[in-house]
């Protein structure tokens, strides 16, 4: 694993603010294994001892405009003890990699935005807020805290969309409670609650359809972007189960016009006239899209946070998330019912996954090249760059589907190699209308 664990992959952050922050979280480093258990040991499935939320099977929304206040996290650590110090060990995982260091044909991708600046890994929760703060440029809107603090969460649930727009350090001034248990569980620890309220305007009446233990994550793990009018909320580029897939969200992005007929984009490579879009961290569209091997019968909750029995007896929900090959009790109490060497799998799918997003990047990187060399020489007609530009647009967007996924393919193998497979498909387009 050793050598994937390192590998690339971009949660995080916030589109705008994380790249130009460099907070951007992906593929983490694990670091938090060893040292992550006051626990004895973990099960399949959780027992009823009356403590967990097993029984909840569709989420609450929380209301809007009812003057919410945030109950901190560190208020629960007396009634909630297991909860409390088990969410406190997500800051064993405090390293950052440097992706740029690490596949440097990314500055080229992604060259004119944020993250081609600075680019680092996930680390543990805990840290979310640090790390949007501590580096970055100024004039960001507080649309960046939308998945750091549940100060921002309950903003936005207070004042509507006109919250995103706040000026980012005069919300930071009001933060009392980075990454709470106020995201998941409203002040309701225990009751599962979708409290970023853009998640249930996506989902429509599906949202009863997707287990809350999903939808806990998908308020964050998920494929976003800024509306462009003067709110720039966060927003979902789907409209129910059916079009949360990566071929659906591109054509959402596609039909959005701006006035001058031009489809969205988050931004405009400056030297090709690509009109690029960056795609977020889509762990929750792409585990539920078709395809995923689990989908039916796990949720996030089940590999990433597990149930924990105290030295007590007590069984709870683990709250440190972690990777499942990083949890022994998960391996062998529950993995190992069906798979034999998880890790090896694992390792196996990651490792065909990164080599071919790398083999794709790269040849991206040099279409890149030779479409900015085409456009400076200024023989071709707008028309024929325009082509070369909309197959180089759509083939990068399936390629970041699969590179900013953290799990790098493991989630969901099928729809990894789909989305790789166009990519490719779209890269052989673009460079043939180049070489006519
Ligand atoms: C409020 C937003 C939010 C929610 C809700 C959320 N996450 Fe995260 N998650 C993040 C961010 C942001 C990071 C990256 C943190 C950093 O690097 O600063 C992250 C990082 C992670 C990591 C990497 C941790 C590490 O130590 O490297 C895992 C695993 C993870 N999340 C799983 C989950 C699971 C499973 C759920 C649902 C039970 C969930 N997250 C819910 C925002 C969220
Ligand atoms: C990222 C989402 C998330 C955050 C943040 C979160 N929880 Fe939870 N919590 C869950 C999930 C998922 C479950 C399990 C529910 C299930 O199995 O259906 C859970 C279950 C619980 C339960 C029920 C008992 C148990 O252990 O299963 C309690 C109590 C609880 N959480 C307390 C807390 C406290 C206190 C905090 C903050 C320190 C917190 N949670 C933060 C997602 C979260
Ligand atoms: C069937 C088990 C399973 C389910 C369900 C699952 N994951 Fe994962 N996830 C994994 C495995 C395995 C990895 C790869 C871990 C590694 O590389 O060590 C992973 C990796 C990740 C990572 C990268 C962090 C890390 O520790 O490497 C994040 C973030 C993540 N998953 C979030 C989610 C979210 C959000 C959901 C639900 C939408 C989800 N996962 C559902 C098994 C699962
Ligand atoms: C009830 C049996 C069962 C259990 C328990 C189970 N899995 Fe699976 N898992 C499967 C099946 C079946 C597949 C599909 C295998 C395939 O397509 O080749 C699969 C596929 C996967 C995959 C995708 C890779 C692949 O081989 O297709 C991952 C990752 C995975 N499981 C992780 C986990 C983790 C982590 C756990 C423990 C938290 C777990 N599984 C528990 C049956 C199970």
Redesign the pocket.
Known sequence: MADFKDGKAILAGLIVCGAVLGVVAGKMNHKGAETAAPVVSSE?APEDNGQTAESQTTALVSERGTGITVTKSSDWAEQFPNQYETYMMNSENDEIVDYIEQNPYIKTLYNGYGFAIEYGSARGHTYVVDDVTSTGRPHKLANCFTCKTSDMTALALNEGDAAYAMNFEDVETMITDPFGCFHCHQNEPGVLYVTHTYLADALGEDINKVDPANLSCGQCHSEYYFKTDETHATTFAYNGLDTMNPDDILAYYNNMKDEDGNAYADWVQEDTGIRMLKVQHPEFETFLGAGS??AS??TCA??HM?TVTAEDGTTFTNHNWIS??DSQE??DN??S???GD?AA??AA?QKETTDRENEIGYALEEMNHNLAAAVAEGTRSEEDLNAVREAARTAQFYWDFVYVEN?EG??N?TLTKECLDKAQQYLDEANSLLAK
């Open positions: 399949a091997p689990h019968n796990m089940d590999c597990g499942p090959l998960m391996l529950t993995c019912k069906c798979h998880l799998e694992v799918i799990s493991v989630h193998p």
